[in-house]
C-alpha cells in the first residue's frame, strides 16, 4: 500500500512538472513572441473614434475643441522631452520615447477652440455660457467615453492629456501588449 502511494506520488509530479515545463516553455515563447511586435504608427481605431465621439458630442453643448496631439512616434515623444531640459521651452513632459501612451496610438491632447479660430488652454472658460466651466465638462464627455484624465493624476497635472490604457500598464505596452491582446 505504501509502495502504491509513493508510485502514485512520482507519477503524480511527473506529470504536475511535464505540464508545468510546457505551460512555461509556450508563456516564455508568446512572451518573446510579443516584444518582437511592432509600435504602433497612428491612433487605434477605438480610441479614434471616440475622439470623434468626443469632438461631436462637445460640439452639441456648444463647445468647440481641437484635438491638439494624438499619436506620436518615439522620435516626436524624445523631442518634447528634450523640452526644457537641453533644448529651450519650458518642460511638458516627464515621458521618454516609449513611455508615453501618445507613442501606443491611445492618447489624445485637447484645447479650446473659439469662434475667431483662437486656440486656448483656459479650464476655467465658460464660452457657451451655462455655469460650468468648458474644460470640464469636455472631460466629463471624455470620462463618458472610457478616456482616463491626465488631470487626475496625483504628481504631474497634464490637463490636455486623455488616454484609454485598455487595462495594460507602459511596461505592458513596452513588451509588446496590445489592446487586441485584452480584448480578445
Not at 491612433?43 to 506620436?72: M, Q, S, W, Y
Amino acid at each position: 500500500m505504501k509502495n502504491a502511494k509513493t508510485a502514485f506520488s512520482v507519477l503524480f509530479l511527473l506529470v504536475l512538472g511535464s505540464f508545468l515545463f510546457i505551460w512555461l516553455r509556450s508563456e516564455i515563447a508568446f512572451r518573446e513572441e510579443l516584444k518582437e511586435r511592432p509600435v504602433p504608427s497612428t491612433l487605434h481605431p477605438i480610441v479614434e473614434e471616440k475622439k470623434n465621439e468626443l469632438i461631436a458630442k462637445a460640439a452639441d453643448i456648444g463647445i468647440d475643441i481641437l484635438i491638439t496631439d494624438d499619436f506620436r512616434s518615439i522620435e516626436e515623444q524624445n523631442s518634447l522631452h528634450r523640452q526644457g531640459r537641453s533644448d529651450p521651452g519650458r518642460i511638458v513632459t516627464h515621458a521618454k520615447g516609449g513611455e508615453s501612451y501618445h507613442n501606443y496610438g491611445l492618447a489624445i491632447d485637447f484645447a479650446l477652440l473659439l469662434p475667431n479660430g483662437d486656440v486656448v488652454w483656459d479650464i476655467n472658460r465658460d464660452g457657451n455660457g451655462n455655469g460650468k466651466a468648458d474644460w470640464q465638462e469636455v472631460v466629463d464627455i471624455a470620462k463618458d467615453l472610457d478616456f482616463s484624465w491626465g488631470g487626475d493624476w496625483r504628481y504631474f497635472k497634464d490637463y490636455p492629456h486623455l488616454e484609454m490604457s485598455f487595462g495594460l500598464s507602459i511596461d505592458d505596452l513596452q513588451n509588446g501588449w496590445r489592446p487586441e491582446d485584452v480584448m480578445e
